[in-house]
């Protein structure tokens, strides 16, 4: 059974960092894409960045570029992602979600969540003005 534990959240003031973490199970970690993706309230979710565990290989949108990293260690079958300078508007829940393919699925040049097949239970993020 694929299963995906996201945690990490927290509440952080604006300025501040944060990093998550993604811990997968229940596949060959090394074959597959993860995604963060965030969804705050009222809003659509929405996808930040994807890296292929297979080769290392991301994908950042406008969103993510300057102030958040995405990174992985296949020893832990986890995938992290790093925060920085953060602002009000990047509360949200976050979630970590999984597809089978050695490479970032892409749509329209971006991270799209109906590209994934297997999400984890996301973890809130409060950042404080």
């Known amino acids: 059974e694929v299963q995906l534990q996201a945690s990490g959240g927290g509440l952080v003031q604006a300025g501040g960092s944060r990093r998550l973490s993604c811990v997968e199970s229940?596949?060959?970690?090394?074959?597959?894409?993860i995604g963060w993706f965030r969804q705050a309230p009222g809003e659509e979710r929405e996808g930040i960045l994807c890296?292929?565990?297979?080769?290392?290989?991301?994908l950042y949108t406008d969103s993510a570029k300057d102030r958040f990293t995405i990174s992985s260690d296949n020893a832990k079958n986890t995938v992290y992602l790093q925060m920085n300078s953060l602002k009000p508007e990047d509360t949200a829940v976050y979630y970590c979600?999984?597809?089978?393919?050695?490479?970032?699925?892409?749509?329209?040049?971006?991270?799209?969540?109906?590209?994934?097949?297997?999400w984890g239970q996301g973890t809130l993020v409060t950042v404080s003005s």
């Open positions: 979600a999984a597809v089978l393919m050695d490479f970032c699925p892409v749509e329209e040049g971006t991270v799209v969540a109906g590209l994934y097949d297997y």
């Open positions: 229940g596949f060959t970690f090394h074959e597959a894409a």
């Open positions: 890296i292929s565990s297979t080769d290392g290989t991301t």
